[in-house]
């Protein structure tokens, strides 16, 4: 008969540890760091934020006439450059009445931009809006206006800036006004007229 072949019983090879085992003291050192981090990251979920009481679902009771709009660098450059008059056309969109709200920051901000923005300036700086002073660090006027919004959900947000766009639309019950095709427009106020 021939050579018969031989080859090894399953349990008589000798074992090897793998690389990822749990038993190695390496391993577990890095398994109780991971559980710490678990632990901690448990603690901070617990806090829910406190929904206004303002809102029905999506709609904002608190948005009545006459209107509080938070007026941001970039909506007043952009009136500048299409030649709107604020007020009358924020009163046309709104059909309505609505004071206009200019921040200290949005005002340094104006000033910090110089000669190309002095049109802009000199609207903000007219008597007959009304003037919020800011009491932060620091003067970038979208997380002023963010924070504001967020406190109280009585304003509309009037700026033609994507990124704090996107921010407000985050924040529900905030309606947004911005310049586009040579007139001023608003989304997400439910009682706006269909253009």
Known sequence: ??????????????????QRDARLKKNQEKGEIVGKKKAKGDEIVREIPQV???LFFQYNTALVP????????????????????MLSSMMD???????????????????????????????ARDERWERLECFHKGVYADDCIVDRVMKHKI?????????LKRRIRKIPGVPIMSVARGK???ERLPDAPEK
């Open 1 to 18: 008969m021939g050579v018969q072949k031989r080859t090894r019983k399953f349990a008589q090879v000798k074992r090897i540890i793998g």
């Open 52 to 54: 206004s009481s303002a």
């Open 66 to 85: 006459p209107y509080s709009v938070l007026v941001d660098t970039n909506f007043l450059s952009h009136t500048v450059q299409n030649k709107l008059e």
């Open 93 to 123: 969109c709104l059909y309505a009445s609505c004071t206009p709200i200019i921040t200290s920051c949005v005002m340094a901000e104006l000033e910090k931009l110089g000669q190309k923005y002095r049109i802009a300036l000199r609207i």
């Open 155 to 163: 304003y509309i947000v009037a700026t033609n800036d994507r990124d």
């Open 184 to 186: 001023y427009v608003i």
